[in-house]
């Protein structure tokens, strides 16, 4: 019983110091769906970075996990209601202790490696005043993460958003929705043997807030902070996963004037 109680207690430090660590490289660098969220007006480029911190609870046995992702976003917008393009960066993997009558499963502490994968945005005209309109987001990703007993967590993910998105003028833009998100994971332990793995709840509500500061007089590019944070209804604090069923992400970029083509009589002012 002793050595139990040990086991749970180390456990319990080894995640929370994790999760301090997490949130602490949240608080000092750049999103998951949104980066930006607003759709670029056609012929433009948007170039971004971003850090996305989310909490999940995998298997049939409610595992809590944690998951790092930094990465690096090229968005192409050819026409005012899509925008697609390319994302490239490194996922980094936490999960939590649990013990069966068959098995126990230790800690997992992975490293960061390769992330990457697409996305596309679509959009509705604005209305009302040119101040509200429709907006979809999807976005498809591989990713892995190992520790050094050479266990590895790894797989594809796959999230899709929707929701109303409202221009606030001289500020930016505010986009409020739902979102699913599913993950068709693998693993493979020190010796060679593998399993699947998924996220339990697959639902959450989603809120995007794009900044756009005044445009500098030296610059022709628009430059932007983007935050997002997506809530499941299962969301929780405790001690396995400070941060379980809940997301926090932020990003920074800058969007290119019009690439080609008449500029308009008006530029686009967010």
């Not at 996220?199 to 997002?228: C, M, Q, T």
Request: charged residues 10%; contains cysteine.
């Amino acid at each position: 019983m002793r050595t139990y109680a040990k086991k749970q207690l180390r456990l319990r430090k080894t995640v929370i110091v994790s999760a301090v660590i997490s949130f602490l490289y949240a608080n000092s660098f750049p999103s998951n769906l949104s980066n930006p969220a607003v759709l670029v007006p056609p012929a433009r480029l948007s170039v971004g970075a971003s850090y996305d911190l989310d909490g999940y609870t995998i298997t049939n046995r409610a595992v809590p996990a944690m998951m790092n992702r930094i990465q690096a976003r090229l968005s192409y917008s050819p026409f005012s209601f899509v925008n697609f393009g390319i994302d490239a960066g490194a996922s980094q993997m936490e999960v939590a202790g649990d013990t069966t009558p068959a098995d126990t499963f230790g800690i997992f502490h992975g490293g960061y490696a390769f992330s990457g994968g697409g996305h596309i945005k679509l959009g509705t005209p604005f209305f009302f005043n040119n101040l509200v309109c429709g907006i979809g987001i999807f976005q498809g990703t591989v990713f892995s993460s190992q520790n050094n007993s050479g266990t590895t967590y790894g797989g594809t993910d796959a999230c899709g958003g929707l929701g109303l998105q409202f221009h606030v003028p001289s500020f930016g833009y505010v986009t409020v929705g739902s979102q699913v998100y599913l993950i068709m994971g693998k693993t493979t332990d020190f010796s060679g043997k593998q399993g699947t793995y998924s996220n339990v709840n697959n639902v959450r509500g989603w809120l995007a807030i794009d900044y756009f500061p005044p445009a500098l007089p030296s610059s022709k590019n628009l430059f932007y902070l983007s935050f997002e944070m997506s809530v499941s209804p299962k969301a929780r604090f405790n001690a396995r996963a400070p941060v379980q069923e809940i997301g926090f992400s932020v990003s920074i970029g800058s969007i290119t004037p019009r690439l080609y083509g008449q500029e308009s009589s008006e530029e686009w002012q967010p």
